[in-house]
């Protein structure tokens, strides 16, 4: 396994180099909390998941850089580090933005702690980007070891466990809370009955975790004592539904605002369909009030329409949505957010036109390849349906948002002298 | 089921001579996962032919040789600069005698050699 160290904070290092010695925060989409930390900041006490106001004083006494997630950022940085990680073995699973298990199997005649330097080596002086490499027999192990190197082996970022002996200390290492797949109400419960590290997970009989933690539960204990059961993902599944929903960045109640937002998140949900080359049968759209704000009045409703034939042209599924937001908006609530999720998704290559569907299935196909291939060269949304109008009046908040540096002409990276 | 034959014309006497087309992507960098694009508003290299307005592809996957074109940071901004490196000491020179060499230290990191520069005309 191997994990990029503080990823956002990362790449916002890569391109400011005036951050290199001070602590960095990434915030959480709409500006909420801190999703990602370097070391530094971890030291000054901030934790995961604070909200950026009740940590003010702290940014301000120890001159922590505050940045917006930028998505478009970190997401280019991850496919360059991943293409870079695939290039080194024979089969490997990207398991999220940031962490990626690569398949070494195969490669027994190898040196691994040889090859895991080079790994780590490499994506630094490519791409510019620390990582942390775990290796192990299996991928519980792994994701395990890798957190183990992080915690335990700092300078080297690096952790084999090659011998049972390595297996054994890092299991006694490890408190149950802290294996991968344990969610918080299983470990309360194990730690209940007595379960304090991994190792006594390990040892624990299998009619017992069986019976209290079923047969996922099975599958990770055989995976801690080092019998691969977990299977491996080495292409992306297929999405089932793709949901495209946003905060707005302040209360809204304008029916107006609230239907071009939807059409831009389903504008956005089509083109996702269009990516993985799905068509949808069902769109769910949802809308809702602000929990948190006690003093309003609360509405929250979802509404579920049947296409008539799959689709994932942007008119067909910005239209659903539409007649969705027409049929659940009640005015005189301050909402907060609106949703669209396309469900039962279909392989668009068996795409029939109903007997008397208007639309003619080939002309819309190629009228929303042209779309794409002009918006993929000119530019987000250069062309778009009317109702997509700008996005300013919603738009999230994101006020210490950092540039485009690798994907827009004009966001680059700049070397200014006078 | 027998098939009539196509008419054809006679076919290219070019054919076998056919070459790929000259393709900028694989020109201005040999390694697009480590390449990234700087914008140049410095006049530091203007005798090695770096305008104001430039963009320098720049690759961070080959290592540094004495004399290369490099963007480094120093005190925390980007600068572009010949690299100069001997075996005790290493410098970095701009190609305009208005500004002073910088001596390699800690605080200066080279982020990636300049591979190519583009300059757009409109």
Same mark, same amino acid.
């Given at each position: ?125 490519? /791409? ?174 979802? /509404? ?115 | ?71 480094a940071?120093v005190e ?5 600069r010949?690299l100069q490196r001997n075996?005790y000491k290493s410098k970095l020179i ?6 002073a060499d910088i001596i390699m230290n800690s605080d200066v ?14």
């Open positions: 396994m191997v994990d990029c160290n503080s990823f956002y904070c990362s790449c916002e290092r890569l391109f400011n180099p005036a951050l290199a010695k001070r602590p960095v925060i990434v915030l959480s989409n709409n500006d909420g909390c801190a999703v990602s930390r370097t070391e530094e900041a971890v030291s000054l006490g901030i934790a995961m998941g604070t909200p950026e106001f009740m940590i003010y004083e702290k940014i301000r006494e120890n001159n922590i850089a505050v940045f917006s997630s930028n998505y478009t950022l970190y997401q280019d940085i991850s496919e360059r580090v991943m293409l870079t990680l695939g290039s080194f073995v024979p089969g490997m699973e990207i398991y999220s933005i940031d962490e990626a298990f690569l398949d070494m199997h195969d490669l027994r005649y190898e040196d691994l702690l040889d090859l895991s330097t080079r790994i780590k080596k490499t994506v630094m002086k490519n /791409i510019g980007i620390p990582v942390s490499v775990g290796i192990a027999p299996t991928k519980t192990l792994a994701k395990m070891a890798n957190r183990y190197a992080k915690k335990k082996h700092r300078d080297s970022g690096i952790f084999y466990a090659a011998t049972p002996a390595l297996v054994d200390e890092m299991l006694e290492g490890t408190e149950v809370k802290d294996v991968w797949g344990i969610g918080k109400q299983h470990a309360a419960f194990l730690k209940s009955n007595g379960f304090n590290t991994a190792s006594d997970l390990a040892k624990a009989p299998d009619a017992w975790i069986l019976k209290h933690l079923t047969v996922v539960g099975h599958r990770l204990v055989t995976e801690l004592r080092g019998i691969p059961s977990i299977q491996w993902q080495f292409v992306p599944q297929k999405r089932k539904n793709i949901t495209t929903s946003r905060s707005f960045g302040t209360l809204i109640a304008d029916k107006k605002i609230i239907t071009e937002a939807l059409g831009n998140h389903a504008a956005s949900c089509a083109g996702k369909l269009r990516n993985q080359n799905s068509a949808a049968q069902k769109v769910h759209v949802f809308l809702q009030t602000n929990p948190h704000r006690t003093q309003d009045q609360q509405y929250l409703r979802s /509404i579920t329409l049947d296409l008539p034939v799959p689709c994932n042209d942007n008119a067909s599924i910005i239209k659903a949505a539409l007649k969705g937001l027409d049929l659940i908006y009640r005015p005189g609530y301050n909402y907060k957010k609106v949703g669209i999720i396309v469900m039962d998704l279909v392989p668009d290559n068996t795409l029939q036109s109903a007997m008397f569907h208007p639309n003619n299935l080939h002309r819309l196909k190629s009228l929303m390849q042209t779309v794409d291939d002009i918006n993929r060269m000119k530019g987000k949304e250069t062309v778009r349906m009317g109702v997509q109008v700008g996005e300013k009046k919603y738009r999230l908040r994101a006020n210490h948002l950092s540039k485009h540096y690798t994907t827009n002409i004009n966001e680059l990276p700049e070397i200014n002298e006078p | 089921m027998r098939r009539k034959r196509k008419v054809m014309g006679f076919p290219s006497p070019a054919r076998d001579y056919q070459q790929e087309r000259l393709d900028w992507n694989k020109l201005i960098t040999n390694h697009p996962l480590s390449t990234f694009y700087f914008r140049c508003n410095s006049d530091a290299m203007i005798e090695a032919a770096i305008v104001r307005g430039a963009i320098l592809a720049v690759d961070r996957s080959v290592s540094p040789r004495n004399g290369d074109i490099v963007v940071s925390g901004k980007f600068t572009v010949y075996e701009a190609a305009n005698k208005k500004y990191t080279v982020f990636g050699v300049v591979v190519s520069v583009v300059m757009q005309m409109r």
